[in-house]
T-cell receptor
Framework: SQTIHQWPATLVQPVGSPLSLECTVE??????LYWYRQAAGRGLQLLFY??????ISSEVPQNLSASRPQDRQFILSSKKLLLSDSGFYLC?????????FGPGTRLTVL | KQEVTQIPAALSVPEGENLVLNCSFT??????LQWFRQDPGKGLTSLLL?????REQTSGRLNASLDKSSGRSTLYIAASQPGDSATYLC????????????FGSGTQLTVLP
């Protein structure tokens, strides 16, 4: 069966520090992968998606970047965090038209 | 640009009631529509997927309908239970290989015992 992992589960970082969130999928190959952010009082916003290794598309201009170094690994990064980067970050993958979500990472930037 | 709206934003009902959650979208050129459930502090759980060519889908006590031409979907929950308390989100996807989702802001449901 397919599973999706995200880590860390929670993270508290100071403004200006770097960020690296990781998402991995098991049990499938070459999935479409997605990063979403859910900020307090706001809906889910698509940040990046990838249809294959090294192929990254950005949906909104921001302080973040994404990379896909391996088929089933999707990484969200930042060189310098802003207060506005706080939120709940969710990774998802696509299986026959249905998107399945990971458990999420709660990021607090202080 | 696709916009998705969910009404009401919050809903509180006594246990056992049947209820309907509403979702509307501005661009009818969708590929499919998904309903999700989100418990506090958790990720999203997929409930139902309706393809653009379908009118409804059912899973247990849940029934989702889709009227693509009018840009509307409803999620019907029969015989609600306290365990149904959660935020319910609808999302529409575009055609194309990426299948990006655009989400509504959700309906927070509380079922009172």
């Amino acid at each position: 069966s397919q599973t999706i992992h995200q880590w860390p589960a929670t993270l508290v970082q100071p403004v200006g520090s770097p960020l690296s969130l990781e998402c991995t999928v098991e049990g499938t190959s070459n999935p479409n992968l997605y990063w979403y952010r859910q900020a307090a009082g706001r809906g889910l916003q698509l940040l990046f998606y990838s249809v294959g290794i090294g192929q990254i598309s950005s949906e909104v201009p921001q302080n973040l970047s994404a990379s896909r170094p391996q088929d089933r690994q999707f990484i969200l990064s930042s060189k310098k965090l802003l207060l506005s980067d706080s939120g709940f970050y969710l990774c998802a993958w696509l299986l026959t038209d249905t998107q399945y979500f990971g458990p999420g990472t709660r990021l607090t930037v202080l | 640009k696709q916009e998705v709206t969910q009404i009401p934003a919050a809903l509180s009902v006594p246990e056992g009631e049947n209820l309907v959650l509403n979702c509307s979208f501005t661009d009818s050129a969708i590929y499919n529509l998904q309903w999700f459930r989100q418990d506090p502090g958790k990720g999203l759980t997929s409930l139902l997927l309706i393809q653009s060519s379908q009118r409804e889908q059912t899973s247990g006590r849940l029934n989702a309908s889709l009227d693509k031409s009018s840009g509307r979907s409803t999620l019907y929950i029969a015989a609600s239970q306290p365990g149904d308390s959660a935020t319910y989100l609808c999302a529409v996807s575009l055609s194309g290989s990426a299948r990006q989702l655009t989400f509504g802001s959700g309906t927070q449901l509380t079922v009172l015992p």
